[in-house]
């Protein structure tokens, strides 16, 4: 005889929303508990390259056939109302209920916006190359430092400008080449320079 109440149940029972409980920081686990109190415990199923940690909200359990034993649960997903960029149609964007955010607008932009006093760490094992078509420009208030540890170079081309305002310096620890190919011209009320020898071809 066909058991109805229990086709019943499995059916019902293949999502279930839950309430997150608490996150493991051993192994990252997290806990929740369904709608009739059940508690339960496993890795949320994130897709391929994406990855979040959320503190609080609602979690959707898929229960393959229907039965407990064997469970996923969903990446949690909010249960308050929290700060989102505004976006456009064809916009994407990662956030943080904080409001930092990365937004990639269709028309091209690339948007990346601290919400508090943070870092931007770019770490490069390889070779960083960044290409500009149009207009570069940076906005330093606070202190601004640039290491290279191997041969660099810095090339400016096109009607360019370096400007140094307060008091800067640029300290130089190893062998230094300047190469101007076209007009160089320096205006200062003191210009002092230190060195051991100087050579003038």
């Known amino acids: 005889m066909i058991d109805i109440k229990a086709i019943a149940a499995k059916i019902r029972n293949l999502f279930c929303m839950s309430d997150f409980q ?3 920081n051993d192994d990252d686990r997290i806990q929740v508990k369904t709608h009739n109190g059940k508690v339960l415990e496993k890795n949320e199923a994130f897709p391929y390259g994406f990855y979040a ?3 609080s909200g609602k979690a959707i359990i898929f229960c393959q056939g229907g039965n407990f034993d064997n469970f996923e649960i969903l990446p949690v997903l909010k249960d308050k109302p929290v700060f989102r960029p505004a ?3 064809g916009d ?3 956030y943080t209920g904080e409001g930092s955010y990365i937004v990639l607008r269709e028309k091209g932009d690339l948007e990346i916006f601290t919400r508090r ?4 760490k770019v770490n490069c094992t390889g070779n960083a190359i960044i ?3 149009g207009n570069c420009e940076s906005n330093v208030k606070g202190n601004a430092t640039v290491t290279c540890n191997k041969n660099s170079a810095v090339t400016v081309g096109g009607d360019s400008a370096i400007a140094v305002k307060g008091n800067s310096g640029i ?5 230094c080449d300047c190469e101007v190919k076209g007009n160089y011209k320096i205006n200062a009320g003191t210009f002092k320079v230190t060195a051991s020898r100087i050579d003038l071809n």
């Open 92 to 94: 994407t964007a990662i």
């Open 53 to 55: 940690k959320a503190k």
């Open 117 to 120: 006093k943070g870092d931007i």
């Open 22 to 24: 608490k996150r493991y």
């Open 87 to 89: 976006l456009e149609d």
């Open 131 to 133: 290409t500009v078509d």
């Open 171 to 175: 300290a130089v620890n190893g062998n």
